[in-house]
């Protein structure tokens, strides 16, 4: 077994935001989230080292990880990745080092490092760009030091080698050059990335492992964070369609990572699927945006927002429909409607325009519609609102009261007509 360290401390200066840099969100979960979830294939002793709003930070993932240990680092003494990895005593005797803003590292990557034998294992990257990372000096195949950017002469800048920043390490060296390290250096930080020179220097082993970039991008800008985003889309559309899902422009879809799709569904253009939603046998025609529901075997939009706490079950959804925690089942509504807090049953048809008034300024409200009923369009629903099965609600009406099996009910102003009003209007001859 091998420890975990997961450096989450720092303060994403770069990010430029009021967030910490590591509760940035990907495909809708933040990026700690995907380095201890895949830590936790590896390890049962995962160390996440917080500084920087560490409240914020330990808040949000203890609401998926409940055996993992907060460490939080003596920042103002040790900053910087040295100062992290100084304040972890983990269990085992290989310990993995991981950066907490590199989201797309998976255990089967972090796996290959176990095979390779040597006191560190770290992983580089080779790039034509290597703006922004730290440069490995590599000679004859053995790593002798890591130069920080910010140190790098313009020469130093110019190797294409950089430090991934993943390693493998015995716990020994942590334990025997952690306490070596300084803060010389432009960013008066404890660098990590010195203990390679130390190592080396003492005769130890360290070898490199040449990794891709797609799977080990550090973000450290929002520039960085849509590009991670990208890629973990790609991750997610692939292994969808490979599935079976059929998907139009993939491009241009967002899907979020806890989003299942089951069968052979269809997602056209535009399309967004967000939370926990689960989209069975159905076809989300283009630009729709489903969030947090539940659509069995029905067809939504285009254009039309299912919204959180939704079932939709042999359902079809048409353009500018919103429909909120509302169940709905064999139902069809067209046309621009809205649909909250209510139940819809079989055979009903919402009229364009239909919209329930679910809210009256303080609380929520529920329309319940029974079977086969035909809602006429532009009616207004003023709940809490009981239309019973087999009844019609005429066009244009605004329904306060409950209606009951069989009826129609009516609400308009009667209709008055005058006579050539248009020419006398105009004071054109008719
Ligand atoms: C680091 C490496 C660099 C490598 C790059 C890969 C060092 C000194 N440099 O640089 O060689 O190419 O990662 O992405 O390690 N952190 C703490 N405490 C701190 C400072 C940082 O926990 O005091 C955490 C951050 O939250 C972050 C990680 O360590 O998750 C890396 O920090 P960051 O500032 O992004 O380092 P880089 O400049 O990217
Ligand atoms: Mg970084």
Redesign the pocket.
């Known amino acids: 077994m091998t420890s975990v360290i997961i450096?989450?401390?720092?303060a994403?200066t770069r990010m430029k935001s009021t967030t910490p840099?590591?509760l940035h969100k990907i495909s809708g979960k933040e990026m700690l989230y995907y380095s201890i979830n895949e830590a936790a294939k590896l390890s049962n002793d995962i160390e996440v080292?917080v500084?920087h709003q560490k409240d914020r930070v330990i808040q949000a993932m203890r609401k998926y990880f409940s055996d993992i240990r907060f460490i939080t680092?003596e920042?103002s003494k040790f900053?910087?990745?040295g100062?992290?990895v100084k304040c972890c005593s983990p269990k085992h005797n290989k310990v993995f080092i991981l950066?907490?803003?590199?989201p797309l590292v998976s255990a089967d990557e972090l796996r290959k490092f176990e095979n390779i034998d040597a006191d560190i294992v770290m992983s580089v990257i080779h790039l034509d760009d290597p703006d922004?990372?730290?440069r490995v000096v590599i000679q004859n195949n053995e790593v002798i030091k890591?130069i920080?950017q910010k140190d790098a002469t313009e020469e130093e800048k110019q190797i294409k080698f950089?430090?991934?920043?993943v390693y493998l390490i015995n716990k020994e060296i942590l334990e025997k050059f952690l306490p070596l390290l300084d803060n010389n250096n432009a960013s008066k930080?404890y660098?990590?990335?010195d203990i390679i020179d130390l190592a080396k220097k003492a005769g130890k082993t360290i070898k490199a492992i040449e990794v891709k970039e797609e799977n080990f991008k550090?973000v450290?800008t929002k520039y960085d964070l849509a590009n991670a985003e990208r890629i973990h889309q790609n991750r997610i559309k692939q292994k969808l369609m490979r599935n079976g899902v059929i998907m139009h422009l993939p491009e241009t879809i967002f899907i979020e990572n806890d989003v299942k799709l089951i069968g052979e569904c269809e997602i056209e253009s535009g399309c967004v699927l967000k939370g926990n939603s689960i989209i069975d046998h159905s076809l989300i025609k283009a630009n729709s945006i489903i969030e947090d529901a539940k659509i069995t075997n029905s067809e939504i939009g285009p254009m039309a927002r299912i919204r959180p706490d939704s079932e939709i079950i042999d359902s079809k959804i048409g353009n500018f429909v919103e429909i909120k925690k509302s169940a709905l089942n064999n139902v069809k509504a067209g046309h621009l409607s809205y649909l909250g807090d209510s139940e819809i049953d079989s055979g009903t048809n919402i009229g364009a325009g239909t919209i329930t008034c679910n809210y009256d300024g303080k609380n929520k409200y529920k329309t319940i519609i029974g079977k086969n009923v035909f809602i006429g369009s532009d009616s207004q629903l003023v709940a809490p609102l009981t239309i019973e099965d087999d009844t019609m609600i005429a066009a244009g009406s605004t329904i306060t009261k409950n209606v009951k099996k069989g009826e129609l009910a009516i609400s308009r102003t009667p209709q008055k007509t005058i006579k050539n009003f248009f020419y006398k209007f105009f004071k054109k001859e008719g």
């Open positions: 450096m989450a401390a720092g994403g840099k590591v080292v500084y680092q920042h900053p910087g990745t100062g992290a950066n907490g803003d590199m922004g990372y730290g890591i920080e950089v430090n991934a920043g930080e660098y990590l990335t550090g450290n």
